[in-house]
């Protein structure tokens, strides 16, 4: 069983539909612990702001089952804010902690680019991992962000991204995924790296 972690907010039912596209696996979106513990993969899909995303968890109680399950080596996929939220803290919300699982914060893209970063961009292979089996260095799929992480240990980036500056476009530790585009509205490619997920 594969649990799309639903925290009240994101787009829950195209991930989890993009995932029933590749996988004979049992999908289902749940908020239940029971559910969360008993899941071989989770994924945290994200769309929305991070304060809020921060408080819904909180209301759900769901923090300390999540970090339970990534210390537990459970693997894990965090999409677009799913992967800002594992940050310590983000410049969206002030005063607001994140998950802190990774080290590092959450950083709005400078004023010299059009915010939000919306549409297709490339990304840039920096590091192989089986995750990215068939997908080609500066292949192209589709984000939509106005923040980007900026992780304190630069060996966790394993696909960098290029939007006015260099940034974090997959960040890899042990069984913690986490990227910054969105693979279920990247066509082909992004079924290719959920699969991929699936499939480790």
């Known amino acids: 069983m594969i649990v799309v972690i639903d925290y009240g907010m994101g787009n829950l039912r195209s991930v989890s539909k993009a995932l029933e596209h590749i996988t004979n696996e049992k999908i289902i979106i749940t908020d239940k612990i029971k559910d969360i513990e008993c899941a071989k993969k989770l994924v945290f899909p994200g769309v929305g702001a991070f304060g809020a995303a921060i408080n819904n968890l909180k209301k759900l109680r ?3 089952v999540i970090k339970d399950q990534i210390n537990n080596n459970k693997p ?3 999409l ?7 940050f310590e803290k983000s410049q969206e919300a002030k005063g607001v902690k994140g998950l802190g699982v990774l080290h590092g914060q959450v950083k709005k893209f400078p004023s010299n ?3 939000p970063h919306i549409g297709w961009n490339q990304i840039a292979i920096t590091k192989m991992h089986p995750l990215f089996n068939g997908i080609t260095n500066t292949s192209f799929f589709y984000f ?3 923040y980007y992480v900026a992780p304190k240990d630069k060996k966790l980036v394993f696909a960098r991204s290029n939007y006015g500056i260099n940034f974090p ?3 890899i530790k042990d069984n913690l995924f986490g990227i910054q585009f969105h693979p279920e509205k990247s066509q082909a490619l992004g079924l290719k790296i959920l699969k991929n997920f699936i499939e480790l």
């Open 80 to 86: 677009c804010l799913g992967l800002q939220v594992l």
């Open 169 to 171: 476009a997959v960040i």
């Open 62 to 64: 769901l923090i300390p």
């Open 113 to 115: 680019v059009k915010i």
């Open 76 to 78: 894990f996929l965090g």
């Open 144 to 146: 939509c962000h106005s």
